[in-house]
């Protein structure tokens, strides 16, 4: 009986009440620069840069191979893919945040 009361009072623990944490809600995240951009902006922006780098890549290699200089000519076929599914997420990011800013607009106060 000693043993099952000693059990018990080392496993199960009362609830503590939880204390609050400040900026709940507001996911913030800094940047290099110091400022502070909502985790939204963030993603959105990486996106973007992401787009921007595949793009780049893609017509860097297109220059190579008609300049003669590739020597791996199936790098340009997957770099052109990389960058068309760069878009295609950035566009699904762009209806995404469009449905939910109208679903948002929709919604009664």
């Not at 944490?21 to 963030?42: C, D, H, P, R, Y």
């Not at 893609?58 to 893919?81: C, F, N, R």
Request: charged share 25%.
């Amino acid at each position: 009986m000693e043993l099952s009361t000693q059990f018990s009072t080392e496993f199960i623990k009362p609830m503590e009440a939880w204390d609050s944490i400040s900026g709940m809600g507001t996911a913030e995240v800094k940047n290099a620069s110091g400022e502070k951009k909502t985790l939204f902006q963030n993603v959105l922006e990486n996106a973007v840069e992401q787009v921007r780098l595949t793009q780049e890549d893609a017509e860097h290699k297109e220059y190579l191979l008609a300049t003669g200089q590739l020597d791996d000519v199936h790098s340009l076929p997957i770099a052109e893919a990389k960058a068309t599914l760069s878009v295609e997420v950035l566009v699904a990011l762009r209806n995404k945040a469009m449905e939910a800013y109208n679903e948002i607009m929709k919604m009664n106060v």
